[in-house]
C-alpha cells in the first residue's frame, strides 16, 4: 500500500509562487505514477499534471502548462508541484494521487481509478 503525504499549500497573491512537494512512503519513485489534481467548491476534478519515470511524460493541464513545472526528487522521494504566475482561478484544494504506470498512458493521466491512492490534500488560495 502506498501512502502519499502533501505539504506546501498556503494563501499569495496574484502573480506569486507556490511549491508543493508530497511524499510518497511504500513505493518507490520509479515504480509509480504521480498525479496532482485540483478541485474547488463546484467544480470538477481536474488533473494538473503527471509525471512517471518510465514513461513519455509529464503532462500537465491545458490551464497550467507554461507555468507549473512538476519534477521527482529521488533522494527524498517525493514529487514537486512549482507554481508560478498563479491566477485567482487557480485556487483550490490540491491533491497528490499515485498509482502503478497505468495512470500514466497519455490517454488515461486525468483518469485516476479506484486503484489510485491519495492524500489529503493542500489548500492553495491565490487572492488580492
Not at 5 to 24: D, I, K, M, N
Not at 29 to 54: H, T, Y
Not at 55 to 76: E, H, I, N, Q
Request: aromatic residues 10%.
Amino acid at each position: 500500500q502506498v501512502h502519499v503525504v502533501e505539504s506546501g499549500g498556503g494563501s499569495v497573491e496574484p502573480g506569486g509562487s507556490l511549491r508543493l512537494s508530497c511524499a510518497a512512503v511504500g513505493e518507490t519513485l520509479a515504480n509509480l505514477c504521480l498525479g496532482w489534481f485540483r478541485q474547488s467548491p463546484g467544480k470538477e476534478r481536474e488533473g494538473v499534471a503527471a509525471i512517471w519515470p518510465g514513461g513519455p511524460t509529464p503532462y500537465y493541464g491545458g490551464s497550467v502548462k507554461g507555468r507549473f513545472t512538476v519534477s521527482l526528487d529521488y533522494a527524498k522521494n517525493t514529487v514537486n508541484l512549482q507554481m508560478n504566475s498563479l491566477k485567482e482561478e487557480d485556487t483550490a484544494m490540491y491533491y497528490c494521487a499515485a498509482d502503478t504506470w497505468k495512470l500514466c498512458r497519455p490517454a488515461d493521466w486525468e483518469s485516476p481509478t479506484d486503484s489510485t491512492y491519495w492524500g489529503q490534500g493542500t489548500q492553495v488560495t491565490v487572492s488580492s
